[in-house]
C-alpha cells in the first residue's frame, strides 16, 4: 500500500474535523505521482479531485479496498492499522503550524525518509514533499 498524506509542522492533518489547508498543485503531484494507477480516498477528499476522473477510486472504506500498487490519499483516517503495512509514504508538508486535533501516528522504524524535495504551492511558497520507504 502506498500512502498520501498532507501535514503541517507538528504531524496534524485535520482541525475540528476540516482540512488545515489544501494547494492545486499538490493535487496535480499526487495525479502526477501516481501516473495511470489508481488513487483511493474517501468522498470528503474527492472534493479536491472533482475535475479528475479515471484513476481516482473513491470508498468510504478506501483503505480495505486498496491492495496492491495502488495509492490511497489519506486526510481524516486514523493510519496506525495500515502503517505497518505501508510501502511507501508520501507526505506533503505545508512548513507551516496550524491547529490541529488530529494527527499522522508515530511511524513504524521499518519506514525510512529515501527522499525530499521543495517545490512552489499555489498557495504555499514552499511545500516540501518528502518519501518513505519500507525497509521490509
Given at each position: 500500500?502506498?500512502?498520501?498524506v498532507?501535514?503541517?509542522?507538528?504531524?496534524?492533518?485535520?482541525?475540528?474535523?476540516?482540512?488545515?489547508?489544501?494547494?492545486?498543485?499538490?493535487?496535480?503531484?499526487?495525479?502526477?505521482?501516481?501516473?495511470?494507477?489508481?488513487?483511493?480516498?474517501?468522498?470528503?477528499?474527492?472534493?479536491?479531485?472533482?475535475?479528475?476522473?479515471?484513476?481516482?477510486?473513491?470508498?468510504?472504506?478506501?483503505?480495505?479496498?486498496?491492495?496492491?500498487?495502488?495509492?490511497?490519499?489519506?486526510?481524516?483516517?486514523?493510519?496506525?492499522?495500515?502503517?505497518?503495512?505501508?510501502d511507501?509514504?508520501?507526505?506533503?508538508?505545508?512548513?507551516?503550524?496550524?491547529?490541529?486535533?488530529?494527527?499522522?501516528?508515530?511511524?513504524?522504524?521499518?519506514?525510512?525518509?529515501?527522499?525530499?524535495e521543495?517545490?512552489?504551492?499555489?498557495?504555499?511558497?514552499?511545500?516540501?514533499?518528502?518519501?518513505?520507504?519500507?525497509?521490509?
Amino acid at each position: 500500500m502506498k500512502l498520501i498524506v498532507c501535514l503541517d509542522d507538528r504531524n496534524g492533518m485535520l482541525f475540528n474535523k476540516r482540512r488545515q489547508s489544501s494547494d492545486i498543485r499538490v493535487t496535480h503531484k499526487i495525479l502526477e505521482i501516481a501516473s495511470a494507477r489508481p488513487i483511493w480516498m474517501n468522498k470528503y477528499s474527492a472534493y479536491l479531485f472533482a475535475e479528475q476522473q479515471g484513476n481516482i477510486h473513491i470508498a468510504e472504506n478506501f483503505l480495505e479496498q486498496a491492495y496492491g500498487d495502488v495509492y490511497c490519499f489519506v486526510e481524516n483516517v486514523d493510519l496506525t492499522p495500515y502503517l505497518s503495512m505501508t510501502d511507501e509514504l508520501i507526505v506533503f508538508r505545508w512548513n507551516r503550524l496550524y491547529p490541529s486535533d488530529f494527527c499522522l501516528p508515530e511511524l513504524p522504524e521499518t519506514l525510512k525518509k529515501t527522499s525530499s524535495e521543495d517545490f512552489q504551492g499555489n498557495s504555499h511558497e514552499r511545500i516540501t514533499m518528502e518519501v518513505y520507504r519500507s525497509e521490509k
